[in-house]
C-alpha cells in the first residue's frame, strides 16, 4: 500500500490542524484580571440582605422605594419601610393616633415594593429628631442598606442634603444611598395617595 500526498489534501489538513490549534488556543486562553476592587465591589452588592428605607417626604421617600427595590432586583434582600413621625420638643414623645397621611405613604410605599416582587415591612417610629432614629433603626435591624430620597426643598442655613439625610450620611453604620430629585422631575412625582 502506498500513500499518495495530494495538494488539495494537504492544504485541507493543514487548514484543520490551523482551525483546530486556533479553537483550542482561544478556549485555553487566560482572561485578563479584573480590575483591582471589581470582584470585591460586586460581592459586597450582593452580600446586601437588609435594606431600610425611611419615608419622610411622601414624593421623593416613594422613588426611593422604587430605587430601592430595583438595586434589590435578584438579590431577594428584606426590605424595611419605616415613616420616622417628628414630635416637637415641646410636644410629649407619643406615638400619634392612625393618621391617614402615615397610612397612605406607607401604603403607597409597600405597594411599590410589592410591584417588584418584595413584601417589605412597615412600622411607624416617632423621635425628636428623625435623622438620629433612622441610624438607630439600622444598628438594631442590622441593615446593610440604607435607601433615601430627598426632595430639592433646603432650609436656608442648611446642606444640599438637609438636616436629616446631613446626619445618617454621617453616621450610619452602614451604606447609604441617598436620591436627590432634581427641580424638574418633582412635579412628576405624586405627593398625595388617594
Not at 6 to 30: D, K, N, Y
Not at 139 to 153: N, P, T, Y
Request: include cysteine.
Amino acid at each position: 500500500m502506498s500513500l499518495a500526498l495530494s495538494p488539495v489534501g494537504l492544504t485541507i489538513a493543514v487548514g484543520f490542524a490551523a482551525g483546530l490549534a486556533g479553537t483550542l488556543g482561544w478556549m485555553l486562553r487566560v482572561p485578563p484580571p479584573a480590575p483591582r476592587g471589581a470582584t470585591s465591589t460586586l460581592r459586597s452588592v450582593e452580600a446586601i440582605r437588609k435594606v431600610l428605607v425611611p419615608i419622610l417626604d411622601l414624593g421623593a421617600s416613594v422613588r426611593a422605594v422604587e430605587l430601592a427595590a430595583r438595586l434589590n432586583q435578584g438579590h431577594k434582600a428584606e426590605m424595611l419601610i419605616v415613616y420616622v413621625h417628628e414630635i416637637p420638643l415641646q410636644a410629649p414623645l407619643v406615638m400619634p393616633e392612625k393618621d391617614p397621611r402615615i397610612q397612605r405613604a406607607l401604603a403607597a410605599a409597600a405597594f411599590i415594593a410589592t410591584q417588584h416582587a418584595i413584601e417589605p415591612r412597615t412600622k411607624v417610629n416617632v423621635a425628636r429628631q428623625a435623622g438620629h432614629r433612622i441610624v438607630e433603626i439600622a444598628r438594631e435591624e442590622a441593615v446593610d442598606l440604607i435607601v433615601m430620597g430627598i426632595s430639592h426643598q433646603n432650609r436656608p442655613n442648611e446642606s444640599p442634603l438637609g438636616r436629616v439625610a446631613e446626619h445618617v450620611v454621617r453616621n450610619a453604620p452602614c451604606e447609604v444611598v441617598v436620591d436627590r430629585v432634581p427641580r424638574q422631575k418633582v412635579a412628576l412625582i405624586p405627593t398625595e395617595v388617594i
